[in-house]
């Protein structure tokens, strides 16, 4: 017997991507940032560079920024489009994946590198704003309608009895 274990439905969005001349680069769908498996991750890493130890991807020692946008990659971007390379003088669409992600942000000009993995932890943290606030703002008014008395009973004071 198998058990199947499915992954918790974690709040996305789409967001659009602009240059500096605010010309459309892409569309990115983004996990919000308490992502379980980023903030793993992001501890890990946090850990590994303040004991002075380093990542290693594909036999290469990465520094805490490109590590960083490693998991931004794999785990905060789940889709993309619109995203195009260019190599040897021609423009294609990519598709994502977590390793093209992961080059463009570590290499790229175009999407401006590291500056796209900080745009993109940005708008993770905008999305999980907006739902802790729509969560706060459920439990509120769910708090208020559930013990079942009379508001207005609560603020009549008892009549006192007479000792006579």
Request: charged share 30%; no cysteine.
């Amino acid at each position: 017997m198998a058990f199947a274990i499915q992954e918790p439905k974690m709040k996305t969005e789409w967001f659009d991507y602009l240059n500096e001349k605010k010309e459309k680069q892409g569309s990115f769908h983004i996990h919000t940032i308490a992502h379980p498996r980023f903030q793993v991750e992001f501890e890990r890493i946090e850990e590994v560079y303040s004991a002075g130890k380093f990542v290693e991807y594909k036999g290469t020692e990465l520094t805490k920024t490109q590590a960083i946008l490693q998991i931004i990659a794999k785990y905060l971007i789940v889709d993309w489009k619109g995203v195009a390379i260019e190599e040897n003088g021609e423009t294609k669409d990519v598709e994502y994946d977590a390793e093209t992600a992961f080059n463009i942000m570590r290499w790229g000009v175009d999407l401006s590198g590291a500056s796209l993995g900080g745009w993109i932890m940005g708008k993770a943290k905008v999305i999980q704003t907006e739902a802790d606030a729509r969560k706060a703002e459920v439990v509120g008014k769910s708090e208020n309608s559930t013990d079942g008395q009379n508001s207005e009973n609560k603020l009549l004071k008892k009549p006192k009895k007479s000792s006579t």
